[in-house]
């Protein structure tokens, strides 16, 4: 369901060069490539470019590449300053070994976000991996670490050679549920995975544990500094500065060997010059020295640019201009790299760009020294950059910097959306945890964003809470409109969600009234949960109509899952109705949206894995059954990793009738005894009953029939209606009446099949007319009137065949097989019942007998002393088994020869197993 803000467009911005974008392209007139997703600098993912002035590290490069081969985690752990990320970079340029490399920052620090990166990176030299276990657990909303956790392992373990991961600046990352995936990732990381990290400061992982066993390569600050032999080679053969080396030798001493405290004195010292005061990592005097010796020094142009632009993480020349106010960002930036003033290029095309932290910290304090009056004023614009570049996370940092709620609102009604239903609802919650409580009443649009927000994650009493302060702060009726109507919209939402058809109806028709035409999110949304309720309630015409016209209202940023959501529940109308075509065509366009690459990871596996299971039903029920096994493997291992207990019902009895139809009965059993547990604690009507109506086919499929026996006998002491969630337990009950093949059974079949039979014809339901019609047609063949179960089975038929219909028939075994073949001899609809035969086994036409079924059924007594007979019993043990006299046993077993047309009990035995008569 889609609780989307409209108004602003993201499919009218400018797409940047350097930017990942995630675009749709529905095929709608006039809309086709609207961003719907999170804009990304592409320079997170794979190697930072070759630094201009590289100094090659052999002694430190050559440990890396040692730890790599021996060691599950290298780690590189030393302060700002040190090189970390140069050195690895250059290591990794030169390395044989595959590099998945991810720079990381703040933003990284969540469990689902770290693993999407991660697995981003690795596609980088591994393009595959989007198709193997990892990349299917994160192709929808990621369903638990553990399941990730084993997929990626199970990735690793399956490559021939490692995969280098190299997370650089790890120290980012605070959340303890990541270095708790780590370590389980590196315990039982296979040899094939191995891990490099950059941090700052030691990361919160078993290092001492690691280290103990020697499976952790270390390079500390001691291992960082650089010797003489280094810094002579980077001052003199990079930057030419010509030093004699007693001057570098003493830098080198003064500055301890770090790296940035040489870099910052290359910046001012020339040949001759003494060397500058000492310069080291710990000393406090850094921003002074960068401040009076280094920004001082610059055109005013120059530094201006510095201390303007510091405020971002990264910069691509159209962001420096915007923020800056100039026009000539790239050659500046690139200038800036040429000088070797800690700007860092980002990507190969040199599009984008960092500074050095320490050295953009200085920045920052020199901003707030200089230009304090401006702070907010270069927020603004940065904010705005990042609106019109689909970037959420940067323009709500900058938002919220502003101190401007008009700001963070506008973020808000231009990402809230896209954010929420792209699965990152944390993300949110940690927006709104930001935004102060006051600011509600200053925009109460935020508060109704956060209201928005509560109720799509079932927090409904805060959610109406929110909604009802709006209310009152706007003011009288009429005075906020726009607000007016989307607070009702979401009243009409809480209505559907919690069943209250009558207010639903009611808010609903002032909303859908009231809304404006941009509103397009609020309408389908609406729609969506209308139909939604009036399905619940029984009112299929009704939901028909509001799922129709929520689809008119998807070709919108957010609209994907609306649109997931309509289609599906389309196709279970027209399921209903038995129109198996349209009902196909709902879940191909399903399927289309949950293939789209542009939507990758947007979706949740349950309902991925739902979306495969429920095409592969129609797939099954067409006997495509290698597209219906293939539709159940893409599903099946979603819906487990998922958790949706509607889903796994789904998919479990899917494979279940593909592994009886392949004669895999250990299959079968497997799949259906890990269902059944779910049903039993999911309490789902619908697929209870379909449940049980499997089970009892599970039990005659085994020859179990006393067992279904049992179980028929039970269900129909039960208070059964006709109503669809009953359905599913009545086929079966008739199912089971029929194979006992007694009179009374027989007639309480049919009684049961004409019942339901009425009310699908009442109700226009063609499936169950179907279905309902061959069970029909079986009982009356039993029974013995051939014509009718001709005409029956008939009937049936015309309806199926412009569907498709086939394993309703096939699955129906023996009988129905037999039935077909009289209908075959009789030229009865003959391409359709040959095709119809063609989807039964040989074994069972085997066992088609030449003669035809009995005249005369076998009563109940007959068929218990028939089956004491094949149990291998005496008429006397079959007497004192069924507390009867010998002489009534004969009586009864000359009776069963004559039915049978057989001779002796050898061939009675054979007669009665071929019509299914024994357990």
């Keep these: 369901m889609v609780l989307a803000v409209p108004g602003q467009r993201l499919g009218n911005t400018r797409r940047h060069p350097g930017i990942v974008t995630v675009r749709r392209d529905d095929g709608f007139p006039g809309k086709a490539g609207a961003t719907i997703g999170l804009n990304l600098p592409h320079t997170r993912f794979g190697l930072p470019p070759a630094a201009r002035h590289l100094v090659r590290r052999a002694r430190l490069a050559d440990a890396i590449e040692t730890g790599v081969r021996e060691c599950r985690l290298t780690l590189a752990s030393a302060p700002a300053g040190y090189g970390k990320s140069s050195l690895l970079a250059g290591w990794a340029r030169e390395t044989d070994h595959p590099v998945a490399w991810l720079a990381l920052d703040a933003r990284d620090d969540d469990l689902e976000r770290f693993f999407r990166y991660l697995l981003k990176t690795w596609e980088r030299v591994q393009p595959d991996v989007a198709d193997q276990p990892a990349g299917v657990m994160l192709s929808g909303h990621m369903p638990g670490v553990e399941p990730v956790l084993d997929a990626f392992l199970e990735t690793a373990g399956a490559r021939d050679e490692p995969i280098v991961f190299v997370l650089d600046d790890y120290q980012t990352l605070q959340d303890q549920a990541i270095h708790e995936a780590m370590t389980t990732l590196l315990d039982h990381a296979p040899s094939t995975l191995r891990v490099v990290i950059s941090s700052r400061e030691t990361p919160p992982l078993p290092i001492a544990r690691w280290r103990a066993r020697g499976e952790l390569a270390e390079l500390g600050p001691d291992d960082l500094r650089l010797r003489p032999e280094e810094s002579e080679a980077f001052l003199n053969e990079q930057l030419h500065l010509d030093l004699p080396a007693g001057t570098i030798a003493t830098l080198n001493e003064q500055t301890e060997g770090w790296f940035a405290g040489v870099q910052l004195a290359a910046l001012t010292i020339k040949p001759g010059d003494p060397p500058p005061a000492a310069i080291s990592g710990r000393s406090r005097f850094i921003a002074d020295y960068i401040r009076e010796d280094v920004l001082d020094h610059l055109p005013r142009e120059t530094s201006e640019f510095l201390v303007r632009t510091c405020i971002v993480d990264r910069l691509c020349s159209s962001l420096a201009d915007a923020i800056a106010g100039s026009d000539n960002g790239q050659e500046l930036l690139e200038r800036l790299e040429r000088l070797n003033l800690f700007t860092t290029p980002l990507d190969d095309t040199r599009e984008w760009f960092r500074y050095h932290r320490l050295f953009a910290d200085v920045l920052r304090d020199e901003l707030g020294r200089q230009h304090p009056d401006e702070i907010e004023q270069l927020h603004h614009r940065a904010a705005a950059w990042y609106l019109e570049h689909n970037m959420p996370e940067p323009a709500f940092d900058h938002a919220m910097a502003t101190g ?516």
């Excluded at 609209?559 to 279970?572: E, F, R, T, V």
């Design 404 to 919: 401007d709620a008009g700001v963070v609102r506008q973020v808000l009604e231009r990402f809230m959306q896209v954010v929420m239903f792209s699965g990152q609802i944390r993300t949110l919650q940690d927006w709104y945890a930001r935004v102060p409580a006051a600011w509600v009443d200053i925009e109460p649009m935020i508060g109704l964003f956060r209201a928005t927000v509560n109720i799509v994650t079932g927090q409904f009493d805060a959610g109406m809470n929110l909604l009802n302060h709006i209310e009152q702060r706007v003011g009288p009726a009429g005075s906020a409109p726009v607000i007016e109507s989307r607070v009702t919209a979401l009243r009409c939402i809480v209505a559907c969600y919690t069943n209250d058809l009558d207010h639903a109806r009611e808010y609903g028709a002032v909303a859908l009234e009231t809304l404006a035409p941009a509103d397009e999110s609020y309408r389908g949304g609406i729609h969506g949960a209308l139909g939604d309720t009036y399905r619940r309630n029984g009112y299929w015409t009704e939901a028909h109509d509001h799922y129709r016209r929520a689809l008119q209202h998807i070709d919108i940023p957010e609209g994907h899952i609306q649109a997931i959501h309509a289609y599906g529940a389309l196709a279970d109308l027209e399921l209903r109705q038995g129109n198996l075509r349209a009902a196909n065509d709902y879940w191909r366009k399903a399927l289309d949206k949950v293939n789209d690459p542009t939507l990758w990871g947007v979706y949740p596996l349950p309902l991925i894995g739902w979306v495969y299971t429920r095409h592969g039903e129609i797939l099954y029920e067409w006997n495509e059954l290698d597209a219906a096994r293939e539709a159940f493997d893409r599903g099946h291992e979603r819906v487990l990793a998922g958790g949706d207990p509607r889903a796994i019902i789904a998919s479990g009895l899917l494979g279940w009738r593909l592994g009886l139809a392949r004669g895999d009965l250990d299959q079968a059993t497997h799949l259906f005894e890990r269902v059944r547990p779910v049903v039993a604690e999911a309490k789902f009507p619908d697929w209870s009953s379909e449940f049980e109506r499997c089970q009892a086919e599970f039990w005659m499929a085994q020859g179990r029939l006393r067992t279904a026996a049992s179980w028929c006998d039970e269900a129909l002491t039960r208070d059964l209606d006709t109503s669809p969630d009953q359905e599913p337990v009545l086929l079966a009950i008739a199912r089971v009446l029929i194979a006992r093949g007694n009179t009374d059974a027989i007639e309480r079949a049919l009684h049961i099949l004409e019942e339901q039979i009425d009310a699908a014809e009442r109700e226009g339901r063609k499936g169950i007319l179907v279905a309902a019609g061959s069970l029909r047609a079986m009982a009356l063949w039993q029974r013995g009137d051939r014509p009718s179960a001709l005409a029956s089975v008939e009937r049936a038929m015309r309806l199926a065949e412009q569907e498709g219909y086939t394993r309703t028939f096939t699955d129906l075994g023996l009988p129905m097989a037999r039935l077909l073949q009289e209908a075959r001899d009789r030229k009865v609809m003959a391409g359709y019942v040959e095709h119809l035969l063609s989807t039964f086994d040989t074994g069972t036409l085997a066992g088609l007998p030449a003669e035809t079924p009995l005249p005369e059924p076998l009563s109940e007594r007959e068929i218990a002393v028939l089956r004491e007979i094949a149990a291998g019993l005496t008429n006397r043990e079959v007497a004192d088994r069924l507390y009867i006299s010998p002489e009534t046993v004969k009586k009864h077993t000359g009776s069963i020869y004559g039915k049978l047309g057989v001779r002796g009990r050898t061939e009675a035995i054979a007669r009665a197993r071929a019509l299914d008569l024994l357990d």
